[in-house]
């Protein structure tokens, strides 16, 4: 991070992205522009949100790749950022929760990759729960002049250019990093601008509260269940509001750890390596924690599928330790 270009609380997202723009001296504007694309998608889904109504709230009446039941608010979301994509012309090809195979944007000769999850926990959206955008950004492997292909998407997390959310709370906020430290932005929406609100974020080495659902504890790896024996011996705190990005914003600011384990009813968990699991380990790294299977880096693991699941355990760096003693014990 080059100090000399800290820039003061306030600063609107724009004027940062350019000035960190300096901090890579080849850079030549594309992944600006892309994480500026990104910024105005989440503008405009911020605004659904927060206006939503009979046309928006609500199940769409289908299904997705994954069988979830999709809500109006998924498919408005996916339409949104896709477009912004696909007219900011930066990116070649996108792998979206929303949609079975990779979705060509027509830019031949762009450089990058996105792949997203365009509203994770959106069956919390009639109930005014916290949900959020997961977004991860890869240079592409192949030559430009053609399409992205499968390999360019299947790419380890240690390979992301940049990755974000953006969490549609009480505020709306857009967390991103690309490599050099994690920053957040706050949405004022009168002004239409995101504002530097959290610079240089970084999370607690250590924490008191966890977050996993308890009512799949009896189906969780045994390292895992001791370990949730050890936190409630630490009386820390439970807390666990369906909706991952909510969740893990609170321990990137305050200390704790998230687990999505596998199980006996699911080996691979329940959350996606791709676009959950990579972008949201790439930012608690350079924010000074850490992310895991339970055991292994997840940044490490080679995917070998756009939509394959992968257990997540994330947080502060003691914390996966500890679970990782558990987990060899
Ligand atoms: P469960 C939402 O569907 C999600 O993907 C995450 O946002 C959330 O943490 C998790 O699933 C909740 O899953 O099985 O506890 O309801």
Avoid: W
């Avoid at 350079?286 to 997840?298: L, N, S, Y």
């Amino acid at each position: 991070m080059n100090d000399a270009l800290a820039l003061p609380v306030g600063t609107t997202l724009d004027r940062f992205i350019m000035r960190k723009q300096e901090d890579f001296p080849y850079a030549t504007g594309e992944l600006s522009q892309l994480l500026r694309d990104m910024a105005l998608a989440a503008k405009i889904v911020s605004r659904e949100i927060s206006r939503v109504d009979q046309d928006t709230s609500g199940k769409f009446g289908k299904t997705n790749v994954q069988g979830e039941e999709q809500q109006k608010l998924d498919v408005i979301a996916n339409i949104r950022f896709i477009r912004a994509l696909r007219n900011g012309g930066e990116v070649c090809a996108i792998v979206s929760e929303e949609d079975e195979d990779i979705i060509h944007t027509g830019n031949q000769n762009a450089k990058y990759i996105v792949a997203m999850d365009p509203l994770d926990g959106s069956s919390n959206i009639d109930v005014n729960i916290p949900i959020g955008t997961i977004f991860g950004i890869y240079r592409r492997l192949s030559e430009g002049g053609q399409d992205g292909t499968l390999e360019d998407c299947l790419q380890k997390g240690t390979q992301q250019a940049a990755a974000g959310y953006i969490l549609y709370g009480a505020s709306t906020m857009l967390v991103y990093t690309t490599g050099r430290g994690v920053n957040g932005f706050t949405y004022e929406p009168s002004l239409g601008e995101f504002f530097l609100s959290h610079p240089d974020i970084k999370i607690p080495k250590n924490g008191k509260q966890y977050s996993c659902n308890e009512a799949n504890m009896g189906h969780f790896p045994l390292g895992i269940q001791n370990y949730i024996a050890f936190c409630k011996e630490q009386k820390y705190s439970s807390r666990y509001i369906g909706s991952l990005v909510a969740d893990f914003h609170r321990n990137l600011l305050k200390g704790g750890i998230y687990f999505y384990p596998g199980s006996s009813k699911n080996t691979a968990g329940k959350l996606r390596l791709l676009y959950e699991c990579n972008p949201l380990a790439f930012i608690a790294e350079q924010a000074g924690g850490q992310a895991t299977d339970g055991v292994e880096r997840i940044l490490d693991k080679q995917p070998s599928a756009l939509h394959e699941r992968c257990p997540l355990v994330i947080g502060s760096t003691e914390m996966i330790e500890k679970v990782r003693k558990y987990m060899t014990l």
